[in-house]
């Protein structure tokens, strides 16, 4: 992960029914290279979480946040939510669905603003 370079932080959850929607586009932009980090928000211990991930055939770096104390302390309530951090700072945050292009778009704009 470069730090030259916007980083999206994606919080969901294996119950979430939104996710099922958000993640497969996360994923793709994991595997195109870009800077992502999840967060699964109080989806079960590092072995239910890797099983999900498995049995959804997604592959992007993920952070266990099995109590939801690292969801809290960035204010988060709700799955999905994409939170896009530039030099240190956040620059967008939503919550629910959106779209690769959604995503793809908040990455570019915080690389060229």
Same mark, same amino acid.
Do not use: H
């Given at each position: 992960?470069? %730090?030259?370079?916007? !980083?999206?932080?994606?919080?969901?959850? &294996?119950?979430? *029914? !939104?996710?099922?929607?958000?993640?497969?586009?996360?994923?793709?932009?994991?595997? %195109?290279? %870009?800077?992502?980090?999840?967060?699964?928000?109080?989806?079960?211990?590092?072995?239910?979480?890797?099983?999900?991930?498995?049995?959804?055939?997604?592959?992007?770096?993920? @952070?266990?946040?099995?109590? *939801?104390?690292? &969801?809290? *302390?960035?204010? @988060? &309530?709700?799955?999905?939510?994409?939170?896009? !951090?530039?030099? *240190?700072?956040?620059?967008?945050?939503?919550?629910?669905?959106? &779209?690769?292009?959604?995503?793809?778009?908040?990455?570019?704009?915080?690389?060229?603003?």
């Amino acid at each position: 992960m470069s %730090e030259e370079r916007p !980083v999206l932080l994606y919080f969901w959850a &294996s119950w979430c *029914g !939104v996710c099922r929607f958000t993640t497969p586009a996360v994923a793709r932009l994991a595997a %195109e290279g %870009e800077n992502v980090m999840t967060v699964a928000l109080r989806s079960g211990d590092d072995a239910e979480v890797a099983r999900w991930l498995a049995r959804k055939g997604v592959d992007f770096p993920v @952070i266990n946040d099995a109590n *939801g104390a690292l &969801s809290a *302390g960035w204010e @988060i &309530s709700v799955t999905p939510t994409l939170v896009v !951090v530039s030099q *240190g700072r956040v620059v967008f945050t939503t919550s629910g669905w959106t &779209s690769y292009w959604g995503m793809k778009l908040r990455l570019w704009w915080a690389k060229t603003f």
